[in-house]
């Protein structure tokens, strides 16, 4: 496996459902984040993670449970979500999140459908 | 807050020159990404810009006014394959944090 990988790619899940969406990255970098994409909307940044410690929280609802066990490996744990919270869910890793200029490179994503 | 602004849909023909405009309203800067993005795929890296001036890369070329708040993205000879959805993104002054704007789908016809 090489870049940026994501399991699943799809999720139908209903509103009581708890599922968790996962993240590998293979490219040695020390930052993680998680981002949502609605349709019509801009690329939005829910998590950052540098090192294994959460940096930023973008006022994310705590139905979004992010974890961070190690630097290649971030998931995203969802508990009784909203139809609204249908969207393309990205990951992305860098080699730093803290010092700026590196580029972030970016998983195919999961698309979520909540019922 | 970050506000960034860039148009929705530009259209172009295979061959010509298109200019992505992307301006920027920021409480802190570290630096100015695009990425491209096709449909039903993952975000890449096309460009990062910190100072001011144009970088250039192959047919694509990135530039970056701080003092305007402004940077445009060119994409000379187009092709088909071009045709995409084009991310403008805005690094926070304290790190690598991104806001992106909304995107400009560019549709290159023959």
Redesign the interface.
């Known amino acids: 496996e090489t870049g940026?990988t994501q399991t699943p790619r799809h999720l139908v899940m209903g509103m009581t459902n708890k599922k968790s969406l996962k993240c590998e990255q293979h490219l040695g970098h020390n930052?993680m984040y998680w981002y949502k994409q609605s349709a019509?909307?801009?690329?939005?940044?829910m998590f950052?993670y540098?090192f294994k410690e959460q940096?930023?929280n973008n006022s994310v609802p705590s139905r979004f449970s992010p974890e961070c066990p190690n630097s290649s490996h971030l998931f995203l744990h969802l508990h009784t979500l909203q139809p609204e919270d249908s969207a393309l869910y990205?990951c992305a890793s860098?080699r730093?999140?803290?010092?700026?200029?590196?580029?972030?490179?970016?998983?195919?994503?999961t698309r979520l459908t909540v019922l | 807050g970050q506000n960034?602004d860039q148009p929705t849909e530009m259209t172009a023909t295979e061959g010509a020159i298109v200019q992505i405009n992307c301006t920027y309203q920021t409480s802190g800067f570290?630096?100015l990404?695009w990425y491209q993005q096709h449909a039903g795929?993952?975000?890449?890296?096309l460009s990062?810009n910190?100072l001011d001036g144009l970088e250039e890369k192959g047919r694509f070329s990135s530039f970056l006014s701080r003092s305007k708040g402004y940077s445009y993205l060119l994409l000379k000879e187009l092709q088909m394959k071009d045709s995409a959805s084009y991310?403008c993104?805005v690094?926070s002054a304290?790190?690598?944090?991104?806001?992106?704007?909304?995107?400009t789908r560019v549709l290159v016809k023959p």
Do not use: H, M, R, W
């Open positions: 940026v930052a019509k909307k801009p690329l939005e940044l950052v540098n940096t930023e990205l860098s730093d999140g803290l010092a700026g200029g590196y580029e972030q490179f970016f998983g195919p994503g | 960034i570290n630096g990404f795929e993952a975000p890449t890296f990062y910190v991310l993104a690094a304290a790190g690598n944090k991104l806001t992106f704007g909304g995107g």
